[in-house]
């Protein structure tokens, strides 16, 4: 028998409070603390904000196609409350557990809630990706137990997350396909039934794209139609020819990008490498792997992003799979079956501290990253002050543009038609999207704005929109990008009055009148 011992009921159980407990707290003091960002929680709920009092839904097709949206948007509304947005996200990343812990065994859920991935899943700011995650559990619960039709509704489900997860639709059709086959010997209603799912995948995914790059005249688009595949070609079309004339190329890149090389290492790694001993559920993950390492961003091949939401699912449902080949290996290797769990559960901890930013990980105790070390869920005295600055300084009209700091997030300023990433709308006027109202028109009227308040944080990692300044134990690194900033401040200053200056916090307006 190759099968695993299980562990303790009472230990998964107390590593399951403790872990959920961990998240909560350090959510709610990140966000108390004002260590998440514009972008992209502050964006979220400045999205909610116009979706749910403003009646914009065309906000929901803007940049990505994210119909969900309206329903954390409907959320949101009750409470106007980011704690709750966060949180939300949370209880979905960890609905899985029950499943996992039903289905297949509690090593699977240690592993599942040791995976770096969930961790910055959980911390980085708020993404609509998150909810690919229980999907696509159910999915492959629908597909354990053989109800393939519901398996195609949570494939159907996962692409209107965003038109990225639509092509894990298309996989999933023919996960459904093959594990069909495998079990009814070819069972002509299951490869119907996958059939269909890959057709309306391909189909919505064709229209997702072709909208979106009809909008990319007026804004920087991401994901599949942005810049960062543009080395591929103009259309799809163009991309699929490249990469069937040039895959060989394709591989020798990638294998000499290291920062690619450390990504499968570490996603794989990190779960002792046990999903390649059941490749069948990556079938799955083969869309999100191959987008973040075709991209010429590194931000889809970082370890620290939302961008793995898509692959946790099928690398743990891997994982499972994939453990009773393992300890069969193991033994066969000659060692002890009674030791395969605890050295398992050692490597899995292992990778847990080097790579999470849990309360047991280097990240934590380091000072490297400002987002993550403990000081980041710990209100102080100055975020206080920095508050109510905002609050006295601030005024709450709709038509109030104002241009904030990406470090600095807050629910008040989001509440309005508009908002910049300094330095945008400082000096000259910046084109930004109106929408309409209501469903009848999904119409975007661009008019050109200038900030009315500006408000910047020395002591917070330095941005120039939506670019970072590599801030690493509490400097700027990128010395080009540092140097843009000081002078964008310097500019500031001569171009608009401060209003509020301490300790490194500033707030600048437009008005003449100084109050400080």
Known sequence: MNSVPPLNKNFTIAVIFIVSLSLTLMIIGKNASLHYSVMDLGLATHT???????????????????????????????????????????????????????????????????????????????????????ILFGFFLAVENKKYLWAAVFSIAL????????????????????????????????????????????????????????????????????????????????????????????????????????????????????????????????????????????????????????????????????????????????????????????????????????????????????SYNYRAYIPTERDRIIKKAISDYIPAGLDIVVSVQNTLNLDSLMKRRQILLFPDGVSNEKLSPFFSKGFQSVDIEWRRVKADYVILDIKRPWFINDQGCKWLYSECTDKETAAEYLEWISKSRKLMNIIFEKDGFLILSRDRDKTS
């Open 159 to 370: 692409g209107f997350v965003k038109e990225i997860f639509i092509l894990q639709t298309i996989m999933c059709g023919l996960y459904i396909i093959v594990h069909g086959y495998k079990s009814f010997n070819s069972n002509r209603k299951i490869i119907y039934i996958g059939l269909l799912t890959i057709v309306i995948g391909v189909y919505y995914f064709f229209i997702s794209v072709n909208y979106i790059s009809s909008q990319s005249s007026d804004i920087q688009s991401f994901g599949i139609a942005s810049g960062a595949y543009s080395w591929l070609g103009n259309s799809i079309s163009e991309m699929l020819w490249y990469l069937i004339n040039n895959i060989v190329e394709i591989i020798i890149d990638i294998l000499n990008t290291p920062r690619k090389v450390i990504y499968l290492i570490a996603l794989f790694g990190a779960l002792g490498f046990v999903p390649l001993l059941s490749p069948g559920p990556l079938i799955v993950a083969l869309p999100i792997l191959a987008v973040s390492l075709l991209s010429s961003y590194q931000g889809y091949y970082g370890l620290g992003h939302h961008y793995t939401a898509g692959l946790i699912a099928p690398m743990i449902i891997a994982f499972a799979g994939g453990l009773p080949r393992a300890i069969a290996i193991w033994k066969r290797a000659g060692f002890s079956a009674k030791w395969f769990t605890p050295i398992l559960l050692i490597g899995l901890l292992f990778a847990h501290i080097a790579l999470s930013p849990s309360p047991i990980s280097r990240l934590f105790w380091s000072d490297k990253v400002w």
């Open 48 to 134: 909610f904000f116009g979706i749910n009092d403003l009646e914009e839904y065309s906000r929901m097709l803007f940049g990505h196609i994210q119909p969900y949206l309206f329903l954390y948007a409907s959320i949101w509304g009750l409470f106007k409350s980011t704690y709750l947005i966060v949180l939300l996200q949370l209880f979905f990343l960890l609905s899985p557990i029950y499943y996992i812990f039903k289905k297949y065994n509690n090593i699977s859920v240690i592993a599942y809630l040791l995976y770096f991935p969930l961790w910055f899943n959980a911390l980085f700011d708020f993404h609509i990706d998150h909810l690919s995650i229980p």
